[in-house]
């Protein structure tokens, strides 16, 4: 049976069907699967918990290209109250895909229900500050009218979206020098106002999303990244080194 992003795909604009065709051909050329180059890792790390966030990319009203986040709830353990990707760790029923954990993870944070969503790229992973191998899974939305967001109350406080572009700006934008792992390098924070609600999106989820920016946009961001340069950290028996 044909999908709803299948069918959907029929009405899509000439844009977002050569954007999917560009990242489809990402996917193929470009993604390893092996490098987190973008945080700065040249090695690949023994086995790691693995987690994929949902980078769902979707045309506006204004035909601008959008993508979709949350604000997570206030209770969790961690990041609470912070905005993110939909997304998080990999769960033996996805059998090693990328995709399903992304699209499984979104489909119970805010009810996006997978057939909904197209995935066209795998991009370069991250590692996070708790060490977890983050998969950037980029998807189409083809009819936002399908979507009806139905946040998890225990795991999100609210579902918006925002324009992809201004990861790429320097407008709305600040950054702090912090060090991690021996290294400095800037942390930055993209302020965003959209309704009656301030969100600032920063850390990883704001890293991601300028390298996403940059892959779609085909240029590189307006400001300096300053990325650090050191080497994957190997695990040996539990313990981490450098």
């Known amino acids: ?27 193929a050329e470009e993604s390893t699967g092996k490098l987190i180059s973008h945080v700065g890792f040249h090695k ?9 966030v949902l980078i769902c ?3 506006g009203d204004d035909g601008d290209l959008r993508v979709i986040l949350t604000k997570r709830a206030s209770g969790l353990s961690t990041h609470s109250g912070e905005v993110s990707l939909p997304g998080g760790k990999a769960e033996e029923g996805d059998k090693d895909d990328d995709g399903v954990t992304a ?20 991009l370069e992973p991250f590692l996070s ?10 998807g189409i939305l083809w009819d936002r009218k399908a ?42 924070f993209f302020d965003y106002n959209t ?18 920016a940059s892959v779609v946009y085909q240029r590189p961001p307006a400001f300096i990244e300053r990325i650090p340069d050191f080497k994957y950290p ?9």
């Open 129 to 138: 500050q708790h060490l977890l191998r983050v998969t950037p899974v980029v």
């Open 44 to 52: 690949p790390i023994s086995p790691a918990k693995k987690a994929a």
């Open 1 to 27: 049976m044909e999908s709803a992003a299948a069918k959907s795909i029929s009405t899509a604009s000439s844009r977002l069907l050569a954007l999917a065709q560009q990242l489809r051909l990402y996917k």
């Open 195 to 212: 309704g009656d609600k301030d969100y600032v999106i920063w850390g990883l989820t704001a890293r991601i999303l300028i390298r996403v």
């Open 103 to 122: 699209t499984r993870e979104a489909e119970e944070e805010i009810g996006l229900h997978p057939s909904l969503v197209d995935v066209v790229a795998f």
């Open 147 to 188: 979507f009806n967001p139905t946040p998890n109350p225990a795991e999100v406080e609210a579902v918006f979206d925002a324009p992809l572009e201004m990861f790429l700006k320097d407008e709305n934008r600040r950054s702090e020098e912090i060090e991690w792992n021996g290294k400095r390098h800037l942390l930055h």
């Open 234 to 242: 190997r695990m040996v028996g539990g313990h981490i080194f450098a």
């Open 57 to 59: 990319l979707f045309e």
